[in-house]
């Protein structure tokens, strides 16, 4: 199994930046995925998941409105759209797919990319 980040570096405040995550080894159209940040110093927190599908979306109140995040299961591949970027949204950037089968949660993490917002 892996998932595999890429899209991060360094953008000046108020610039765009697309992240991707390229999945493979599990059926990723059975799996929700979710895009994860932690900053230095800081835990870990949730930004943005969406549903196996793609028909459900839900996002963390300091990136609505600025952050998309969409998928391809014909490629396998979960996108974080981030636009208005702010210095508080540097951080490592992960993703995340998981799936509850009764009671057993199957998931995996990336290994995250750097996203620096800096002038």
């Known amino acids: 199994v892996q998932l595999v980040e890429s899209g991060g570096g360094l953008v000046q405040p108020g610039g765009s930046l697309r992240l991707s995550c390229a999945a493979s080894g599990f059926t990723f159209s059975s799996y929700g995925m979710r895009w994860f940040r932690q900053a230095p110093g800081k835990e870990r927190e949730l930004v943005a998941g969406i549903a196996s599908s793609g028909g459900g979306t839900n996002y963390a109140d300091s990136v609505k409105g600025r952050f998309i995040i969409s998928r391809d299961n014909a490629k396998n591949t979960v996108y974080l759209q981030m636009n208005s970027l702010k210095p508080e949204d540097t951080a490592v950037y992960y993703c995340?797919?998981?799936?509850?089968?009764?009671?057993?949660?199957?998931?995996?993490w990336g290994q995250g990319t750097q996203v620096t917002v800096s002038s």
């Open positions: 995340y797919a998981w799936r509850k089968f009764t009671t057993q949660l199957y998931d995996y």
